[in-house]
């Protein structure tokens, strides 16, 4: 699935499928509900053209393709909206099980930024996440390099951001790897970080919205992340020294 620098690339994390799982049609029913007119009834064809699909759900509810499902999208490919997910063999933290990765896309236009935080609450809720993030593309190019070792990915991370581990150093896999412009923490996520913490997190919680399962949308910035803009880089770095498990940093 492509995303492009005037895309806000979605990602949650979830437990994996199980048979007759409804989640699927949840999280799609869920971002068409999010984000007014949109209806996410095509997909696209080895060429890029767009195949209606007159039975989606019924399609979503079926096809397990990667254990996961079917890439969806709207029909505009100047403001282009998609979903998919699909099974990761990997676990999210040591010794974890395989889970459901959810990758979607809104474009950065007023209407997408607006409806944002809505619709990666309604990723989150629909997947049942653990946790979860929304951040441009060039942003989240950045801070994907973040994540280093001495022997598998060596290197150093960009414009002095900290150094984030592998997810075998990371204790549970309610603990995020990272974070983004817009963060979906569930309930447990919340916990594990230590979210929130009152005295500390006046400022974060000024952006922040409590989700039906008690989970949290946390916007770090006002406007889109921007690492070229040294207020939003600081705050980026604000928020990992404020929850240093995040990305398995804090000692064992």
Known sequence: ??????????????????DDDRRPLAIVHGMEGSL???????????????????H????VETDRTDNGFPFLCNDDKTRPVTITGWEN????????????????????DAAGIEAA????????????????????????????????????KPGVPPRGLPALRFPDY????????NLGWLNYWSAAAAEAIGFPDLPRDAELLSRA?????????VRLTEEPLDLDNPAHLDALKRAYERFPEIGGRAAP
Not at 56 to 59: H, S
Request: proline residues 10%; aromatic residues 8%.
């Open 36 to 54: 007014p007119g949109l209806r996410l009834g095509w997909t696209l064809s080895e060429k890029e053209e767009f195949i209606a699909l007159p």
């Open 1 to 18: 699935m492509a995303i492009f620098p005037e895309e806000l690339g979605i990602v949650v994390y979830a437990p994996a499928l199980v």
């Open 89 to 108: 063999p990997n676990g999210l933290a040591a010794g974890s099980p395989p889970y459901l990765e959810v990758h979607g896309s809104l474009h950065l």
């Open 56 to 59: 989606r759900d019924e399609w």
């Open 117 to 152: 935080a809505a619709v990666l609450a309604a990723i989150g809720e629909g997947a049942r996440a653990f946790w979860g993030r929304a951040t441009p593309f060039n942003a989240a190019v950045e801070i994907s390099r973040q994540t280093i070792d001495p022997v598998r």
């Open 170 to 177: 990371i204790r549970v896999p309610e603990i995020p790897h």
């Open 209 to 217: 919205r409590r989700t039906a399962t008690g989970g949290w949308v």
